[in-house]
């Protein structure tokens, strides 16, 4: 059998950066290995691998950190390939992997050599300070020639790698026609988002806050909606994460902004003094514009800063930029809150530092509570370090009284979840608040929430 080297002669320009070649290499040589060879075209995987929150990295620990870890990453991605393959840096945190598809190879199927890479690039590195740093990486893997000539490929194995993403990340796909079809139907939510923006298809849902002691309504979140003509109610979890993919998240943020006050404005009118919690995400944060923006708003609706929360994740702590900016709102004065906390990363001395008021610990940390040691031992810890830094905790996602016994028990401070309230449309919430039709669990209103209620009762 006639050898035919993948990486080919190594004559292009190499980037100084990682020493590895570019796109125009690697097109160079996929499109010559994909060229058939006594009629028949070698076998080839491609994979795109993507680094899983690099972006926080670099705005965290600054871009020479930041091109240490691709270095790095790249150093690793290189010795698992090994010499008879291809790896070019495509991207900023984009890496293509060209390999032969036999599995006699010494490097085994492609698929096997995806999780080798995933496993190797998601060992922990040691940055200067003795930083430690753990990344992940999102794999899409695409086999040739079944899914045609190489500039398909290409597109293949980027949808395969979106859909590795929107599976959370760290993982790999392999292709099937479908994720083209899905990143084809994102692309058609993005153009339809942007006519949603401007012709007012969004929606604010408002889901009750409870104090878990008295099962009074402390105050709302408002989760956003899409009422779509076609394909009816469109949750968030849907379209933000294209939303902020297209860029379109800052749009979205501020039409939320800009609702969520004048709804406060709305009930204040109708003698309900409400608390709205608004949810940003870190790229919201990172808007210079954000600050001016939350401000005008609540000028132009009157709105006390007491009356806003910020619901933040915790990553976004990773995000230097974006802390900075959380900083900013609370000068304002409107209260913080971290929203899934125990999931993702948590700078444990920034939680200290900043005006956060409240933590809202994941329904993850506690949908088996009431039959786990070990649930219990992580809420109770959450709950007692929230109260040592003076935060109030929030349960979110309580779905069971059980849970919510449980939750009480370990001293949670509030809690959110079906089990009270689903989020529902402005005006429902009105009728309880107005109507004294109280809701089937809770126990009704705080009385700081109307205007009238004896100032001796406002709480903060
Ligand atoms: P989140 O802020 O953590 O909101 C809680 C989510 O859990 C909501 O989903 C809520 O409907 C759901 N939930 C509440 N109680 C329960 C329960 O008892 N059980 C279960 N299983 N789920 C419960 P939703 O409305 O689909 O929102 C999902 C996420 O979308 C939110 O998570 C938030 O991160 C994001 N989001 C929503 N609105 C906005 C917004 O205006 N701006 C931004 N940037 N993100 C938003
Ligand atoms: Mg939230
Ligand atoms: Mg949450």
Known sequence: TRYISVTGVQTCALPILTGLPNRAYFDHRLKAL??????????????????????????SFGHPTGDLVLKEMARRLR???????????????????????????????????????????SRSFTLPHAVEVKLSCSIGLVHSPEFGPPQRLLACADAAMYAAKRQGGSTFAVFEPRMEHDSREELALQTELRQALAR???????????????????GVEALVRWHHPVRGLVMPGVFIPVAERFGLIGQLGDWVIEEACRQLATWRAQGLRMRVAINMSAYQLRQDSLLPRLARAMGDHAIEPSQLTIEIIESVLMDDAAVRSFSGLASLGVGLSIDDFGIGYCNFALLRKLPVKQLKVD????????????????????????????????????????????????????????????????????LWA???????????????LFMDADPALQDD
């Open 34 to 59: 994909s060229r058939a060879q006594d009629g028949k075209a070698t076998p080839l995987a491609v994979m795109m691998v993507d680094l899983d929150g690099f972006k926080a990295i670099n705005d």
């Open 79 to 121: 010795a698992e390939v090994g010499p008879g393959n291809l790896v070019a840096r495509v991207g900023g945190d984009e890496f293509l992997v060209l390999c032969r598809r036999s599995p006699a190879d010494a490097g085994g199927t492609p698929s096997a050599l995806a999780q080798r890479i995933l496993h190797s690039l």
């Open 200 to 218: 007012n298809e969004l929606v604010l849902y408002y889901q009750p806050k409870m104090d878990a002691r008295s099962g009074l309504i402390t």
């Open 363 to 430: 329904r993850s940390l506690f949908t088996d509570i009431q039959n786990s040691g070990d649930a219990r031992s992580v809420v109770t810890a959450i709950v007692q370090m929230a109260h040592a830094l003076n935060l109030r905790v929030v349960a979110e996602g309580v779905e069971t009284e059980r849970q919510r016994d449980t939750l009480l028990a370990l001293n949670c401070d509030e809690m959110q979840g079906f089990l009270f309230a689903r989020p529902m449309p402005a005006e429902k919430l009105t």
């Open 434 to 448: 107005m109507e004294g039709e109280t809701p089937p669990v809770a126990g009704g209103f705080r009385p700081s």
